[in-house]
């Protein structure tokens, strides 16, 4: 299997669970992927996550989050940069996803954060994603 996109492989298999209906789905793992479901949690997105080991292989488990009536917690998760077209934004130019309602992740000197995290430290980025 040769993966030139690993986050965006990552972002697909949530929206593809998702739209399965399923509890919880499994992603090898990285610290990047890692950073990015933390994320997912502390803005409530995702109900937990949690890298294990199976089978030899490091993965990520990510426990999806639905409310009373089915509906998931991520409507969209979409991919921004991508390994040909990198997307880089100074901190002022730090896009709001659907008037702050969304979050976008980005990667600074100072780690994986959100848009808001980065525009309160003034630093810019690469933008790898958007979740609303």
Not at 56 to 63: D, L, P, S
């Amino acid at each position: 299997m040769n993966l030139t996109d690993p986050v965006s492989d990552m972002l697909t298999r949530i929206r593809n669970a998702i739209r399965a209906r399923h509890q919880k789905v499994d992603v090898p793992a990285s610290k990047l992927k890692v950073e990015i479901a933390r994320i997912l949690k502390e803005e409530g997105f995702i109900s937990n996550f949690k890298a294990t080991e199976e089978e030899g292989h490091k993965v990520v488990r990510i426990y999806l989050k639905y409310d009373t009536n089915n509906d998931a917690a991520i409507s969209n998760v979409s991919r921004i940069s991508r390994p040909g077209c990198r997307v880089y934004v100074r901190r002022t130019e730090i896009p709001r996803v659907l008037g702050g309602l969304g979050i976008n992740i980005l990667t600074t000197p100072r780690g994986v954060m959100t848009g808001r995290q980065a525009r309160k430290q003034g630093v810019g980025g690469e933008v790898l994603c958007e979740v609303w």
